[in-house]
């Protein structure tokens, strides 16, 4: 069964960036579509943004603009890069899949932490 690790993150000011790593035990090759999540302390989890295979991505509104979803298929890893953060992206972030039935193909991780704080 395929897991995903999540790296990367850390304390940073606003402004700043971090890039974001979800390194899978397995082949994502194949996978329909990767996806970063976020979840702060008393609020839903909720899609920041997705790859497919067929390179399509999707963004949250919030993070337009600011945010890239890549995915190296040769490295098995999904990477999200976060350009000019603010406080409101402070979150834990979580990577999953979606092989086509809808997302959640792998149990929720630890994520990584990320915090925006002058």
């Known amino acids: 069964q395929v897991q995903f690790v999540e790296s990367g993150g850390g304390l940073v000011q606003p402004g700043g960036s971090l890039r974001l790593s979800c390194a899978a035990s397995?082949?994502?090759?194949?996978?329909?579509?990767l996806g970063w999540f976020r979840q702060s302390p008393g609020k839903q989890r909720d899609l920041v943004a997705s790859?497919?295979?067929?390179?399509?991505?999707y963004y949250a509104d919030s993070v337009k603009g600011r945010f890239t979803i890549s995915r190296d298929n040769a490295k098995n890893t999904v990477y999200l890069q976060m350009n000019s953060l603010k406080y409101e992206d402070t979150a834990v972030y979580y990577c999953n899949a979606d092989i086509g039935t809808g997302w959640g193909y792998v149990d929720w991780g630890q994520g990584t932490q990320v915090t925006v704080s002058s």
């Open positions: 397995g082949s994502i090759f194949s996978i329909s579509a």
């Open positions: 790859a497919t295979s067929e390179g399509h991505t």
